[in-house]
């Protein structure tokens, strides 16, 4: 997932193509080398460099990305799976009712991500022609929202 969000940075990078390109190959390296040394430090710092590269690629666009949505979501998964990894000790069989409610967990923060992404995205695409007010206005709703869906889990 950290390799697809890397790859899409370069792919539709600017004129920092080497920057995101550096970012995407580092944050990629990084996660690895954090696998297989069993390091769970490393995940945050990957995520980081692959989303500073993201953020690098672009650099100099006028225009929302659609797909930052979907990119922030890798980003999650990419770092939730890693974890998930390195926690894993093969000498400890785990349950499969276990594997699914952790599996579907997943899936479930990835689904709502996607959805707090595009909320954000859209506050963000109405921003640019409605103005700054408008804009917080939408940010401070969107955290809201989040507010009042982590609050409801938190309680359940």
Do not use: K
Not at 56 to 78: K, N, P, Q, Y
Request: proline share 2%; aromatic share 4%; glycine share 10%.
């Amino acid at each position: 997932m950290l390799g697809a969000a890397a790859v899409y940075a370069v792919s539709t990078a600017g004129r920092l193509e080497p920057a995101a390109l550096a970012g995407g190959a580092l944050g990629v390296v990084l996660l690895a080398v954090g696998i297989a040394l069993r390091w769970p430090a490393t995940v945050p710092w990957a995520v980081l460099l692959t989303g500073a590269g993201y953020l690098a690629g672009r650099e100099g666009r006028s225009l929302v990305d659609g797909w930052a949505a979907a990119v922030g979501v890798m980003l999650l998964v990419a770092a939730e799976l890693a974890t998930w990894s390195i926690e894993h000790d093969a000498r400890i069989r785990s349950e499969r009712a276990l594997l699914v409610r952790r599996s579907a967990t997943l899936a479930g923060l990835a689904c709502v991500a996607l959805l707090v992404n595009f909320l954000l995205l859209a506050t963000a695409a109405v921003a640019a022609s409605a103005g700054v007010v408008l804009a917080a206005i939408g940010v401070a709703a969107a955290v809201g929202a989040v507010a009042v869906v982590l609050r409801l889990v938190a309680a359940s």
